[in-house]
């Protein structure tokens, strides 16, 4: 016997621990199963297989089945009737079975007991349950009770298995000793074989041509002693002892081995007569072909089970996974050969076409390419085009954060009952919500995570650690030494970001923009909100959105010196972007003030002559204008430097000087006419643009002390008490940009130059509060189509008084901020709010993972339920 494992790929590992494994053959697919998985998070998963290759037919693969709230204990098919149960920690066991394109529960069982336990008797109809309290359950498949017993305390039931015909079970108890019982729960015999505690059971399937009456139970002890008898008055029974605690053990299909898994991380196989056949040591060597950070070397093996009529054999070590094919007898010289070149190759085909050997030998090395288990997890070689550009099939995937109450999320796809990371996405701007999404690399991740946006231990403040001055001089000290450490010591990395969504000050607009030109367009969509007075009607999004097909290979861009910036911190919690929004409010507010102080806005006028019919009527007005004060003297006064400000106030001075003023002598004739009625409109014209001008002075003023204010709450932040500071700030800010809209008003309204020239100071401040992202459509610098997309309107729950949407049983908590997106009236990304603070997130085609959760990170922005 020999086992051909498989390489070391993609879908091998994912960040949960597997702690059991079931395999069932798909209905009328001889070649095609299902596996379930149990993970120690209460996550179930069901996952397609495949024998041999099989072209991939774009439908769903993976189901990751949510319900638990413990680690899953053990999880058994019903391989009549195709339903899984499953049992976690607490005893909560659930029935699932598939309707369509969903796995849904249909049974629940809770005693608020332990279970020991578990199994379907072999015809299906009935399911054997063993408490750990000496209740013993026999239930029908549709839920109903057969019978039920308990027994004395003298000794404890611990395990329980089904006998090959279904017509008899067979009981363990703490004492050695078994009874068999019908399956109407009559008393048949008992006896014992050994005085250790049998910890584990497994009847092996009928054995022989005509199937009737050859079967061999296999007892496990806790002394790991595997006792094997094939009748229950037989004397003299085989025993096998294995040198290692035993954890899992399981027959094969056609019952003439069972395979056994030690905590030395060996599979041992025996035939009937305990006798070893088969002996290897797994090993899950890490090659750089997995998402997942690989475990521990000292990381034990969890699960086993046979798949695919014993041709195959699947492992679990943690969340690692490692499949093998059986060559049963003695392999062939072609297929030793074969095995042994393809692991010189590094166990791919890839470059098997530049070998000078015949066709039947390279087709014999691709088929050792084939993965059982399906996947479509990208290499991580691939991850970065993958995220960056359509897919064809549509992705399952889980948003999750990195800690509760933190500010970074993870993008992961789902699959064998876990999840697989891709993107993360930080946010780098709590005041004018900002996020930025990086490629995932899990060697990386901490750098990823300053203060101010890191991830956070849930009760960090109720911690209270008294600092004084000498503390915080250390702490600064060491993040300064850590900053140099990484500009001239470390290794250069690449830079991972992709794209940074942006947010106005109200969070009702969206603008998802690429961070790495090479990789993205600059445009990649958009993202606006309608909603209604208190939220009264569901809200109305609309997605502008570039679509990304695919272009080849792409990789990341070198590291340098200025795309690794991002990764350092500012001082007091803030981030890096946090500090210079706030440089760029506080700059860009008094460099307003300064224009307006260094005009003649709202002050009295030098008395002009009236201007005679021979001369130009604005000569002397134009020599009274320019006659300002100089910029460095109102500065001073401000107590503010302009020279170290924006540019755009040198910049509006240069373009007063160069204006060019309208003199008046196209119309002569009317002002040697009427000269008295027009002076007198002058003057009404002059005093209500003095009006104007003060009304803006004003405002100026009062938006100068506002940011005043601004930065003063921004150095004296407090980081215990970071919700309340980050609320009050935001609301200044809110108050600062209704300042703005109405000094923007008072500017519409006058026509004189000076006045005209403060738009452009004001719309840099809008922008720089987040006003600056365009409306709707198609925007001027993308080269891409652009998709226009709606959400789909929920509709109204009379009964329940709710607006509902069919997520389609992916969502499972109640949110204002689970939505679905439509495109030609098919959905093409839907997301909702799960248990623990995460979300799903199914997208398709025109959405690349990249911007399907940038979308769906301006939904988790919204302060909403």
């Known amino acids: 016997m020999k086992i051909l494992w498989e390489s070391d790929w993609q879908g091998a590992r994912i960040?949960?621990?597997?702690?059991?494994?079931?395999?069932?053959?798909?209905?009328?697919?001889?070649?095609h199963g299902l596996l379930g998985v149990g993970t120690d998070t209460g996550s179930v998963g069901v996952t397609l297989t495949d024998l041999h290759p099989t072209p991939d037919d774009l439908m769903r693969y993976n189901f990751n089945l949510r319900g638990h709230h413990n680690a899953i204990r053990m999880v058994t098919w019903n391989r009549s009737q195709t339903k899984l149960a499953s049992c976690d920690a607490s005893g909560i066991i659930y029935v699932w079975v598939r309707n369509d394109d969903r796995w849904s529960v249909e049974l629940v069982n809770d005693r608020g007991v332990k279970v020991s336990d578990l199994s379907w008797s072999p015809c299906g109809g009935s399911a054997l349950i063993c408490y750990e309290d000496n209740f013993v359950l026999i239930g029908s498949a549709n839920g109903q009770r057969v019978w039920s017993n308990s027994f004395p305390a003298t000794s404890s039931v611990t395990c329980g298995v089904w006998a090959p015909d279904s017509k008899q079970l067979v009981l363990g108890f703490s004492t050695g000793t078994i009874q068999v019982l019908s399956n109407q729960g009559a008393n048949i015999t008992e006896r014992s074989y050994t005085e250790d505690k049998l910890v584990q059971m497994a009847f092996s399937p009928l054995r022989g041509k005509d199937k009737d009456e050859e079967w061999t139970l296999a007892m496990l002890t806790a002394s790991n002693k595997i006792i094997m008898i094939s009748a229950y008055d037989q004397h003299n029974s085989e025993v096998y002892r294995s040198p290692f605690q035993v954890i899992r053990m399981q027959w094969n299909f056609d019952g003439t081995i069972l395979a056994v898994i030690n905590s030395n991380n060996e599979l041992v196989m025996v035939d009937i007569h305990c006798r070893v056949i088969h002996r290897e040591r797994i090993s899950i060597a890490d090659k750089g072909k997995t998402l997942v950070p690989h475990p521990s070397p000292s990381q034990k093996l969890t699960a086993f089970t046979w798949a695919h009529n014993g041709n195959v054999v699947i492992i679990a070590a943690g969340g690692c996974l490692t499949v093998g094919k059986i060559l049963f007898g003695v392999p062939s010289l072609f297929e030793i050969v074969t095995y042994d070149l393809w692991k010189m190759m590094g166990s791919t085909a890839k470059r098997v076409d530049k070998l000078p050997i015949p066709q039947k030998e390279m087709k014999a090395l691709r088929e050792l390419d084939h993965h059982v288990i399906r996947c479509r997890i990208p290499r991580p070689q691939d991850l970065c085009s993958y995220v960056c550009s359509v897919v064809d099939a549509r992705c399952y995937c889980t948003i999750r954060p990195m800690a509760r109450g933190s500010h970074t999320y993870v993008l992961c796809f789902e699959h064998l009952g876990g999840l697989v990371p891709l993107l993360l996405g930080r946010q780098v701007n709590r005041f004018l919500p900002q996020f930025q999404i990086f490629l995932y690399q899990s060697s990386q991740l901490g750098p990823f995570f300053p203060p101010g946006a890191s991830a956070q231990v849930e009760d960090v403040n109720s911690i209270i650690r008294h600092s004084n001055g000498r503390n915080s001089l250390w702490r600064r000290s060491k993040r300064q030494l850590r900053a140099l450490m990484s500009k001239h010591v470390r290794p250069s990395r690449p830079d991972t970001r992709l794209l940074q969504v942006s947010s106005n000050i109200w969070c009702t607009r969206f603008n998802i923009a690429s961070l790495s030109p090479t990789l993205l367009p600059s445009f990649l969509g958009q993202v606006i909100y309608k909603t209604s007075v208190l939220h009264l009607q569901p809200r109305q999004m609309t997605i502008d959105l570039a679509v990304l097909m695919k272009k080849g290979q792409k990789e990341l861009p070198e590291a340098t010196s200025e795309s690794t910036s991002h990764l350092t911190s500012a001082e007091n919690g803030f981030t890096s972007e946090e500090?210079?929004?706030?440089?760029?409010?506080?700059?860009?507010?008094?460099?307003?003030?300064?224009?307006?102080?260094?005009?003649?806005?709202?002050?009295?006028?030098?008395?002009?002559?009236?201007?005679?019919?021979?001369?130009?009527?604005?000569?002397?007005?134009?020599?009274?204008?320019?006659?300002?004060?100089?910029v460095s003297s109102r500065t001073n006064d401000s107590r503010h430097d302009v020279t170290s400000m924006a540019s755009s106030v040198s910049t509006w001075h240069e373009e007063i000087e160069t204006l060019a003023f309208i003199d008046g002598?196209?119309?002569?004739?009317?002002?040697?006419?009427?000269?008295?009625?027009?002076?007198?409109?002058?003057?009404?014209?002059?005093?209500?643009?003095?009006?104007?001008?003060?009304?803006?002075?004003?405002?100026?003023?009062?938006?100068?002390?506002?940011?005043?204010?601004?930065?003063?709450?921004?150095?004296d932040f407090n980081q215990k008490q970071e919700k309340a500071s980050i609320n009050g700030m935001r609301s200044q800010m809110k108050e600062l940009l209704r300042r703005v809209n109405a000094i923007e008003q008072q500017v519409a309204k006058g026509e004189k130059t000076e006045v005209r020239q403060l738009v452009k100071t004001l719309k840099e401040i809008k922008k720089t509060l987040g006003e600056g992202v365009p409306k709707s459509g198609r925007h001027p610098d993308s080269t891409c189509k652009i998709e226009t997309m709606s959400n789909k309107t929920p509709f109204w729950n009379e009964q329940n008084q709710v607006y509902q949407l069919d997520f389609g049983g992916r969502v499972t908590q109640e949110s204002a901020k689970n939505f679905q997106i439509e495109l030609a009236t098919k959905q093409v990304l839907q997301f909702g709010r799960i248990e623990g603070g995460s979300y799903t997130l199914d997208f398709r085609y025109p959405f690349s993972a990249s911007q399907a959760f940038a979308v769906a990170l301006a939904s988790i922005t919204q302060r909403l339920k």
């Not at 027009?678 to 506002?706: T, Y």
């Open 579 to 630: 500090s210079q929004f706030f440089d760029k409010i506080r700059q860009e507010c008094f460099s307003l003030k300064a224009a307006v102080d260094s005009s003649n806005f709202g002050k009295p006028l030098p008395s002009a002559k009236v201007p005679s019919s021979c001369q130009p009527s604005t000569s002397k007005a134009y020599e009274s204008s320019t006659q300002t004060t100089p």
């Open 665 to 715: 002598d196209a119309d002569d004739k009317t002002l040697l006419v009427e000269p008295a009625l027009k002076n007198g409109f002058a003057a009404m014209q002059i005093a209500s643009n003095r009006k104007d001008a003060e009304i803006i002075r004003a405002h100026v003023d009062q938006l100068a002390a506002m940011a005043e204010m601004l930065i003063q709450q921004h150095g």
């Open 15 to 31: 960040e949960q621990c597997i702690t059991h494994l079931s395999w069932i053959q798909q209905p009328d697919k001889p070649d």
